[in-house]
């Protein structure tokens, strides 16, 4: 390092100059995908018992000009960083909320519900709540079919806070899932303080359900848990019929993955209902 000024010190280390360079460069390009319309919200389908169609999960992809689709596990975590999460998060709800509303009115989908993902950010952003009912209500959507699901993470921070918003969101009928249920933080007292509808069990322990005794009590101990405590259980990441088997003889009464389908553009939803066409 080499002092630039009085109070500055400037690296030249060339890697680190590059890391910081390229981190930039995709904020950068984040921000006007945003504007250019180059975010696409994906729908994966989530089924009941009889692989029915109950709902989907909104998922966000980025079909970059250049580099073609990237997943949100390479953008995400940079919206959460710089902030872009508040645009992002509103764009996705958004679309959700107009998917539900067009949804609504057709009996064949009326019941099927949206689940969105909310950063603890973005959960923590003053006026969240607000935001989230105004949309609702700018699009015409049924409350009572809008799932937020949030992760552990929230629950390092303002626990009382989260009660709070959960519940006013709550008292409108919005309905919340805890995300990747196992692994992270939970407490379980804290768990049972949530006003939640639902848990995901991370698709790590349904991988190796099967072939991982481990995964298997852990799979098992979540469905006996949330029975008791009312809380409905989607098992995620199901590929294989044998993973299905063991879950539903487990008790476990909604599933999502590739068995059934990958998240896809929602004219892949809604061939559910009309395959024939
Ligand atoms: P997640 O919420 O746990 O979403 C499930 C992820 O598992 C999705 O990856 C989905 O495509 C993938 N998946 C579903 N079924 C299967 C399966 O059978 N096998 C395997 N191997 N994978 C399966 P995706 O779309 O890449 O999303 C990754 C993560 O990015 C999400 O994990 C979520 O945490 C985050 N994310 C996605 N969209 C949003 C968003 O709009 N807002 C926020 N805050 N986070 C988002
Ligand atoms: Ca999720
Ligand atoms: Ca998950
Ligand atoms: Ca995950």
Redesign the pocket.
């Given at each position: 390092a080499k002092a630039a000024g009085r109070n500055t010190l400037r690296f030249f280390d060339p890697d680190m100059q590059a890391a910081v360079n390229a981190r930039s460069h995709l904020e950068a390009e984040l921000r006007q995908g945003l504007a250019r319309a180059e975010l696409l919200?994906?729908y994966?389908p989530v089924v009941d018992r009889h692989a029915r169609l109950i709902g989907a999960?909104?998922?966000?992809?980025w079909r970059h000009p250049r580099r073609g689709m990237i997943?949100?596990?390479e953008f995400?975590p940079l919206?959460?960083q710089t902030g872009l999460?508040f645009p992002?998060?509103q764009?996705?709800l958004q679309h959700a909320c107009a998917q539900l509303q067009r949804w609504g009115r057709h009996p064949d989908t009326a019941a099927l519900s949206i689940s969105?993902?909310?950063?603890a950010r973005?959960f923590r952003q003053p006026g969240f709540v607000a935001q989230v009912l105004q949309t609702l209500k700018n699009h015409g959507a049924d409350p009572r079919k809008l799932k937020l699901?949030l992760?552990e993470s929230l629950l390092l921070g303002d626990i009382e806070d989260t009660i709070a918003r959960m519940g006013q969101l709550k008292n409108e009928g919005v309905g919340f899932a805890l995300?990747?249920f196992g692994t992270g933080y939970s407490s379980l007292s804290y768990l049972k303080r949530l006003p939640l509808d639902q848990v995901?069990i991370?698709?790590s322990f349904?991988?190796e359900v099967l072939a991982n005794p481990n995964d298997a009590a852990i799979v098992r101990t979540i469905l006996t848990l949330a029975k008791s405590l009312d809380l409905q259980v989607v098992a995620?990441?199901?590929?294989t019929t044998g993973q299905l088997s063991f879950l539903r003889r487990h008790g476990c009464e909604a599933f999502?993955?590739?068995?059934f389908g990958?998240?896809g553009p929602v004219e892949d939803i809604d061939a559910f209902f009309y395959p024939t066409c």
């Open positions: 919200v994906y994966q999960e909104a998922l966000v992809r997943g949100p596990g995400i919206a959460e999460i992002l998060g764009y996705v969105v993902n909310v950063s973005q699901e992760t995300d990747d995901k991370d698709q349904v991988r995620e990441g199901v590929e999502q993955g590739y068995l990958r998240a």
